[in-house]
């Protein structure tokens, strides 16, 4: 069990252009989600994913956002035209999705800055 | 979900007991209380959960009051690395189906 892992750690890109994320969960986790924190406050939730199967999207997911978890292992998020206001840490966590567990487990984040 | 409020920053020094009060006044029945830390530039760390019982774990002690509307996350001896932003979340279920509802914490600053 190596953790959940997200790449690149550091991502600086200017604005207007596409950024993608990529999130590998602890090995047969089933349940994906992703979070986005601002300084200063707590992670917000984005998207949640179980297996292949997004099931939940916030309205904090505007259209340039897109997330997939094409074989129910990894997932990318993209954000697409980036702007000033998408400066941000991008988490993801996973969790087993078993009856009695309660733990997600959390990467290191990605963290985002737009110029 | 029920809202939490903690207070934004506390200090502790080092090797004393660091007591982390949260109100949840609007917590209903099956509402179960959880606590995740978050230190600087890492993602949040689970630290443990409970519904209306006192729960002890090898990180930290859960002490939920009768009515459940308020509970204290305790680190019975502080070290220098348990400074970090502590959540206190409230929400339905004991295995996590569901997202998690971050407000925005408390900052504790372990002191030498």
């Known amino acids: 069990d190596t953790g959940v892992s997200q790449n690149p750690r550091h991502k600086i890109t200017k604005r207007g252009q596409n950024v993608t994320f990529r999130c590998d969960p602890i090995s047969e986790h089933n349940r994906l989600y992703w979070y986005r924190q601002t300084l200063g406050q707590g992670p917000e939730f984005l998207t949640y994913f179980q297996n292949e199967a997004q099931l939940e999207k916030s309205r904090l997911l505007s259209d340039r956002f897109s997330a997939e978890r094409p074989k129910g292992s990894f997932s990318t998020l993209e954000i697409q035209r980036t702007e000033q206001g998408d400066s941000a840490m991008y988490l993801c966590?996973?969790?087993?999705?078993?009856?009695?567990?309660?733990?997600?487990?959390f990467g290191p984040g990605t963290r985002l800055t737009v110029t | 979900d029920a809202k939490t409020t903690q207070p934004t920053s506390m200090d502790c020094a080092e090797g004393r007991a660091a007591n982390l009060p949260c109100n949840h006044s609007t917590i209903s029945g099956n509402e179960y209380v959880y606590w995740y830390r978050q230190i600087h530039s890492q993602g949040p760390q689970y630290i443990i959960h409970g519904l209306k019982n006192n729960e002890t774990n090898e990180m930290a002690s859960l002490i939920i009051t009768e009515d459940r509307k308020s509970s204290t996350l305790i680190l019975p001896h502080a070290t220098l690395r348990d400074t970090a932003v502590y959540y206190c979340?409230?929400?339905?279920?004991?295995?996590?189906?569901?997202?998690?509802?971050f407000g925005t914490g408390t900052r504790l600053q372990v002191f030498p």
């Open positions: 979340i409230v929400r339905f279920g004991s295995y996590n189906t569901d997202k998690l509802i």
């Open positions: 966590a996973s969790s087993s999705g078993e009856r009695g567990t309660y733990e997600q487990y």
